[in-house]
Nanobody, 116 residues
Framework: QVQLVESGGGLVQVGGSLKLTCTASERIFGIASTAWYRQAPGNQRELVAIITDGGPTNYADSVKGRFTISKDNAKNGVHLQMNSLKVEDTAVYYC??????????WGQGTQVTVSS
């Protein structure tokens, strides 16, 4: 059973930066997309950033210009660099790997809290 483990969350002040990392327990083949989602209390889980296989990288409008998603193929992982953080970025962040055929892998989530 493949497991995804996120790390790098924490408490940061407005304007600060954090880098999230997601690592898979083993290599996953046939990945259609790799993404970061987030879920704030009382809200639905939303897409933050996504890298599609052979396609473009896309970001939620709310994070464009501040967040950067990147893959670490050597470590079978994905990063999310978050700069100029805002209070509204506070949420639990989840990484997601989607395989061709529809199989989804989710991490357990890492808490990001931005204080004013």
């Amino acid at each position: 059973q493949v497991q995804l483990v996120e790390s790098g969350g924490g408490l940061v002040q407005v304007g600060g930066s954090l880098k999230l990392t997601c690592t898979a327990s083993e290599r996953i083949f046939g990945i259609a997309s790799t993404a970061w989602y987030r879920q704030a209390p009382g809200n639905q889980r939303e897409l933050v950033a996504i890298i599609t296989d052979g396609g473009p990288t896309n970001y939620a409008d709310s994070v464009k210009g501040r967040f950067t998603i990147s893959k670490d193929n050597a470590k079978n992982g994905v990063h999310l660099q978050m700069n100029s953080l805002k209070v509204e970025d506070t949420a639990v962040y989840y990484c997601n790997y989607l395989k061709y055929g529809g199989l989804n892998y989710w991490g357990q989530g890492t808490q990001v809290t931005v204080s004013s």
